[in-house]
Each structure stands twice: as C-alpha cells, then as structure tokens.
C-alpha cells in the first residue's frame, strides 16, 4: 500500500472514532498503571511519564531499589503488533545491558527469554505478560501485570544475588 492510500485508509478509520478512542483509552490505562506501580511501591522509581509510541510500543520504565545501583531497569510495556504486555530488563545504556547479557548468557540462564544481541535490542531480558488481555476488567489486568512484573523482579533478584557470592 502506497503512503497516500494508506493516510486515505487512516482517515476513514479515524472518522470512525474506534482506534481514536481504543488509544486514547490504552493511553489513559497505562498513566494508570504507572501511577498504580508508583504509589503501591515507593522504593521503585517510576518515570514520571509513560511513552506513548507510534502504535508500535507504550510503556513506562522504572528501577526497583535492587537493581538501581546496578543500573537496571523494568519496563512494562504494551505491543500493539502482537497485542501483548510485556516485562523487560534493560539496562540504562548499552555498555550496562552488554555486561548483563553476557552475564546471563554465561550462566545459561534459560527461565526468561534473553536477547541474542545488544544491537538494534533494548531489552536484556523479556517476558509476556499476558498474551491478548481483556480489557473489560482493568483492576484485575493491572494486578496480573503486577504479579507477573513482581515474579520478574524477583527471580532477576535471586539470580544476580548468586553471582556475588
């Protein structure tokens, strides 16, 4: 499809109102979300906005008191391709997030899915979190991120805590 039969396909489907009020909607549930993440854990450091994306990725990032120092982050985020959330580790620049990949590829550390390169990849570490979610319920979506985010965290934890051993 060329570039203007595309924006004539956006258009109509504006007009509609239904992706409008879908992202808008998707917009205001993850200010939600990192609002809910910054008032329930107050030793996370949650960014203070969220990234919208271009209809490709929304997330927000924040460092839980454990991995700050190491200069790692969590990131929540929503694929609108796949229509998934997701959890990653990642690092605050790529000499960090180069250090962690190969830490964990020395390991063989197999229980979450670990990038194969630093290139063109921000995350170390990912995760679904809920593979086609149900927005018709959003307090019980935001308490499935929550927990399957919290497992993530901690089995990132026990992990990097056997390595200083």
Known sequence: MVFHDAMYEYKKQLKKGDIKKAYNGLIQ?????????????????????????YMDITYFHFFPKSLKPRKLKIVILFIHGTFRFEVWL????????????????????????????TIGVDSILDHILIDSPDFRELDTLTKQIERGTLKFIKDIETFLSKQET
Request: aromatic share 18%; charged share 25%.
């Open 29 to 53: 549930y993850f200010k939600n979300l990192r609002s809910h993440f910054n008032d329930k854990y107050p030793d996370f450091l949650v960014s203070n906005n969220i990234y919208p994306g």
């Open 90 to 117: 990642a690092g605050n620049n790529k000499k960090i997030q180069t250090k962690y990949l190969e830490l964990f590829n020395e390991n063989n550390w197999k229980k979450y899915h670990l990038a194969s390169t």
